[in-house]
């Protein structure tokens, strides 16, 4: 059997990623079945499974290197209490690691090629590599860190690793305290600290200013244990891994020095990183994940009522559970869901319940990164992430997939699954569109049109948006053209559930609206009547912006309202955008209205429907502590859940922000490059 | 009347006036707009238009399929996805990995790879180490660099008192690794390479690396532990030269 590697975990190019190289000694081939389990359980099914190495997987590339060892099991040494050398049994392995066993040893020790051996395989195997994990096959206590390299046996779990990985990765101190008085000045690692003056303090940041500082102080003569809260009462609920004050004891001295909470993973290897240990982590593996808000989508993933987070970057999503209030991870996955789907830069994501379940699906997918076009559904995997059930490789029978499609998440036909339309008008001689029915575990094609629609002819440039304009349950299709024609187009289709059917056409005009190509679309009940109308918006082809109410009555559209320049509380300009959803929960569709480019400053607005009329509000510039700019994308979605009305998901590159919405627009929530809920203080 | 835009853009003023954006544009009217012409005729929609051209066709749907409706069963473990049969054309990004060896404040070279792809170069100083890379008076390099001295044993979980912690000892020689982007480095440059480790002061650690030299920029915050003051190829182990060669061809 000769040596191999196998990449476990493939994030990224070598020198954009930190890389995690795992290689065995004393595994002979026989043993290597054993080796890869043990590699399984320790690093992926252990390290990457916690808190911070589950959400920053995007950071690492892992290695599995196998070198076949002609020996099981790897030499020996015995040193006597005054460590002189007893004994030397040698193996043949393939890095040539003695174990000694020896605490004052650090359990084993290179045998006389190991660096050149070990080196070697380095060179041999991987591209490149910043940790270095040896597993020996000894089943005796011990391990020996440091330099970027951690020699381990197979006695030892994950959590160990986790600390390790906290000096290795991190540069962080230890937290626990087996010595007496710290015999130096201000340590270096953001960690631990001889300062014990709160306005000056290495993590004052994290410190309420409710709790004591220092925090607890040891009584004199303290030796070999670390000091918890003692300087006046601990408060109810007080967290010793998460709530941050200054207690003395830590970088394994007790008196002295100090350290930020009673119980760190640098202290006891098992609880996660306190707040300070954790965005030390994050910021040293920041610009390897290479994560950012510009992908974000919204939707119930768990059909609690709140809608959740999706985040894509590259070959990575992250799922975040909204509680009403705040997000929290619940999956995060790298290159590859079972099933098997492959992240991929270009991958397209569409929410929808489209099996019906009440929690939403999603369906990627990606016409640019591999040599056919995919579709792709993921559905809830029972354990809060997802799950590839069915995708579709170039085609599915009807339909080609191609470059350009552009899909349509709509109940066509009324059996409470989202389906889908796909329309495209560019890859082939003709346009198509077609009508993807969900059977909850995947689609089929019921229709498909070529070249015309019922009373349509397609061209390139058709503009398609979906909603129920004749209230039967079934959503339609209304399609726009303002610029393949001498005049504008709109369309009403209705569906019957398999095919569609021309209920109306506008040429040219619409009632009380002249169509020009610059019109803009929404579609939502505004009146509340079930039936799915259209708030029309144009800002480049007239003197002054209009805003029309073109309510449906199931076989055509009136106007309920045109706003010529001004909508009561909002002065329209060019270059408004608009959002459409119920933000006051009184079942008639309003309108986020954001204008970022036309003043001097930016404005977010609420037009909230009375029917037949709108009345606006707005906040100018900032939303809290959120500073409203040109590249900020909004995602209308309903995180409170039933405890509030609907809701405004805000982000881009560096922020992600909450914005609660229904009664007026206030932040409830601002992130900054990751999410994260300290209980006190931020990072940054 | 309306208001002009103003040219400071203005603000929003509650129940204002309409804003006029173009006074050359008309308001919006009742009545159809003139038809514009396209290609120099006037085109409308029309049913039973036949298109153009029929070369570049979806295929037919097949009989069968229309109307049924609803896909199979739970898809089986599906094989990964094709990646494209064209292959990208080769990047031109690559760095250096130049493995660096200190031995009683000696540093030397002990071996180089030559590694596809991007480097992501960080840009503040996080550790209590870290090293910087420059051929004559640019920077080509800098990192740093965690843990890079101390030497620790795991706990003796059933030893006596003094051994519940770490068994830690300093390294008085070490490894790193420096990466130096291919582009800003080659064997005609080596003889003007300069690598300098520093340990860095707590004050100084998360500060961002400006342009300059970090001695420069920091100052007292950075303290030198080694440096390599340029590379005579020549006068390197045979293998150490190979590979260099190797990783700078």
């Known amino acids: 059997m000769p040596d191999s590697m196998t990449q476990l975990v493939s994030a990224g190019p070598p020198g954009t990623k930190r890389n995690l190289v795992v290689l065995g000694d004393g595994f002979a081939a026989g043993d290597q079945d054993a080796y890869n389990q043990k590699v399984q359980d320790l690093v992926i099914n252990g390290l990457f499974q916690q808190d911070l190495f589950y959400e920053d997987q995007q950071a690492f590339n892992i290695y599995r290197v196998n070198l076949i060892s002609t020996d099981s099991g790897v030499s020996q040494r015995v040193y006597d209490s005054n460590g002189n050398i007893i004994s030397t049994t040698l193996k043949n392995t393939a890095l040539s690691y003695i174990y000694n066993g020896s605490w004052s040893h650090c359990w084993l020790e290179d045998g006389t090629n190991t660096e050149f051996l070990l080196q070697n395989a380095l060179n041999t195997w991987v591209p490149d590599y910043n940790f270095v994990l040896v597993l020996l096959n000894e089943t005796g206590w011990g391990g020996c860190g440091g330099g970027g390299r951690l020699v381990v046996t197979l006695a030892g779990d994950w959590s160990v690793i986790a600390h390790e990985s906290g000096h290795g990765m991190g540069g962080l101190a230890d937290e626990y305290c087996v010595r007496g008085a710290w015999p130096g000045g201000e340590p270096g690692q953001v960690d631990v600290t001889t300062n014990s003056d709160r306005n000056t303090l290495k993590w004052a940041n994290f410190v309420n200013p409710s709790t004591p500082v220092p925090t607890g102080v040891a009584p004199a003569g303290t030796t070999g244990s670390c000091t918890g809260y003692n300087q006046g009462t601990k408060p109810s609920g007080w967290d010793d891994n998460q709530d941050v004050g200054l207690f003395e004891g830590g970088s394994t001295y007790s008196t002295g020095v100090y350290r930020p909470v009673i119980n760190c993973r640098m202290n006891s290897n098992r609880p996660p990183y306190c707040p300070v240990c954790y965005t030390q982590m994050r910021r040293v593996l920041d610009p390897y994940t290479d994560h950012t808000f510009l992908n974000c989508y919204a939707g119930d993933f768990n059909g609690d009522g709140k809608s959740d987070l999706l985040i894509h970057n590259d070959n990575s999503i992250l799922l975040y559970r909204s509680n009403g209030s705040q997000l929290d991870i619940v999956f995060s996955v790298v290159a590859i869901v079972p099933g098997s789907w492959q992240f991929s830069t270009h991958d397209q994501f569409y929410i929808g319940d489209f099996n019906g379940d009440g929690k939403d699906e999603v369906v990627v997918y990606n016409s640019v990164d591999w040599a056919i076009p995919y579709l792709g559904l993921l559905a809830d995997d029972g354990n809060n992430g997802l799950d590839l059930i069915a995708r579709y490789d170039g085609s599915m029978p009807g339909w080609q997939f191609n470059k350009t499609d552009q899909f349509y998440v709509a109940d066509f036909n009324g059996d409470g699954k989202q389906d889908l339309f796909v329309f495209n008008g560019s890859d082939w001689s003709i346009p198509y569109l077609g009508l993807l029915a969900s059977s909850g575990w995947g689609f089929s094609l019921v229709q498909r049109y070529d070249s015309t629609l019922p009373g349509w002819q397609m061209t390139p440039g058709d503009q398609h948006f979906v909603g129920d304009f004749n209230g039967d349950g079934k959503a339609d299709l209304w399609v726009f053209n303002g610029s393949n024609w001498s005049i504008p187009y709109l369309g009403l289709l209705s569906s019957d559930g398999t095919s569609l059917s021309m209920t109306v056409r506008y040429d040219s005009t619409l009632p009380d609206w002249q169509m020009t190509p610059g019109d803009q679309h929404f579609i939502g009940d505004f009146n509340g009547d079930g039936k799915a109308d259209l708030y029309l918006f144009n800002g480049s082809n007239w003197s002054i912006a209009y805003l029309g109410l073109l309510q449906s009555n199931g076989s055509g559209l009136s106007m309920a309202t045109r706003y010529d320049g001004t909508v009561p509380g909002w002065q329209m300009r060019t270059n408004d955008t608009h959002y459409v959803a119920d933000i006051n929960s009184d079942g008639k569709a309003d309108l986020f209205v954001y204008n970022y480019q036309d003043w001097s400053t930016q404005y977010l607005g609420r037009m909230i429907s009375e029917g037949t009329t709108l009345t606006a509000d707005w906040a100018a510039s900032w939303v809290g502590e959120w500073h409203l700019g040109a590249v900020d994308q909004f995602a209308p979605c309903d995180y409170e859940g039933a405890s509030g009305q609907p809701d405004l998901f805000v982000h881009n590159h560096d922020w992600f922000g909450m914005i609660s919405a229904g009664f007026s627009i206030g932040l409830q929530k601002i992130y900054y490059r990751w999410i994260h809920n300290y209980r006190y203080g931020r990072n940054w | ?249």
């Open chain 2, 1 to 249: 009347m309306a208001n002009e835009t103003p040219p400071n853009k203005g603000e929003q003023v509650k129940d204002g006036p309409p804003i006029v954006e173009n006074a050359q544009l008309p308001r919006m009217g009742k009545a159809a707009l003139p038809e514009k012409t396209i290609n120099g005729s006037v085109r409308h929609m029309t049913m039973g238009a036949q298109p153009a051209s029929r070369t570049n066709l979806m295929a037919a749907v097949p009989e069968h399929q229309m109307p049924q409706q609803g896909a199979g069963g739970k898809q089986a473990y599906q094989p990964q996805q094709r990646k494209p049969g064209e292959q990208q054309p080769a990047s031109n990004e690559g760095y250096v990995r130049l493995h660096m060896h200190v031995a009683n404040g000696q540093m030397s070279v002990t071996g180089a790879q030559a590694v596809a792809g991007p480097l992501v170069q960080p840009q503040s100083l996080q550790h209590e180490h870290a090293y910087e890379a420059t051929v004559g008076a640019n920077r080509v390099a800098a990192e740093s660099i965690p843990d890079l001295t101390e030497r620790r044993s795991y706990p003796n979980p059933q030893g006596g008192p003094g051994q519940e912690g770490h068994y830690i000892t300093h390294a008085s020689s070490y490894d790193f690794i420096v990466r130096i982007p291919r582009n800003a480095l080659s064997l005609a440059q080596l003889p003007q390479l300069r690598v300098t480790l520093y340990q860095i002061s707590a004050a100084a650690q998360h500060q961002p690396m400006g342009r300059q030299a970090l001695g420069a920029q920091f100052g007292q915050q950075v303290k030198e532990v080694a440096r390599l003051n340029g590379l005579r190829v020549e006068q390197l182990p045979a293998p150490v030269q190979e590979s260099l060669r190797k990783a700078l061809q």
